[in-house]
């Protein structure tokens, strides 16, 4: 079970912070993931990390912007968003996969557990 937490309202050039709490069978996971949908948009990949080791991968449009992290013991993964864009509008989702290869990170498809989503609105 995947908890997420933190978005919010925030002006342009802000920051926020979001949180996803795993619970459950959390051993079995090697990769997390932020996903996002803006309105009327597909959902997209926006970073990923290997949960053993911590590689981080991001989707060009947030790198150097985005930092996404974990803490291993308390199992919770987290996404530092810097410099916000209107463009960053959407409704965020943590995911957790087993199994998975790298080539695969960014395919929504492939992970097997999904958070609630936590809706971060950027204003201009």
């Known amino acids: 079970q995947l908890q997420a937490c933190g978005g919010g309202l925030v002006q342009a050039g802000g920051s926020l912070r979001l949180s996803c709490a795993a619970s459950g069978r959390t051993g079995s996971m090697n990769y997390m993931a932020w996903f996002r949908q803006g309105p009327g948009k597909e959902r997209e990949f926006v970073a990923a990390?290997?949960?053993?080791?911590?590689?981080?991968y991001y989707t060009n449009s947030v790198e150097g912007r985005f930092t996404i992290s974990r803490d291993a013991v308390k199992t919770t993964l987290f996404l530092q968003m810097n410099d916000l864009r209107p463009e960053d509008t959407a409704a965020y989702y943590c995911?957790?996969?087993?199994?998975?290869?790298?080539?695969?990170?960014?395919?929504?498809?492939?992970?097997?557990?999904w958070g609630q989503g936590t809706l971060v609105t950027v204003s201009s």
């Open positions: 995911a957790a996969g087993t199994g998975m290869i790298l080539s695969s990170i960014s395919d929504d498809h492939r992970y097997n557990w």
């Open positions: 990390i290997r949960w053993s080791g911590a590689h981080t």
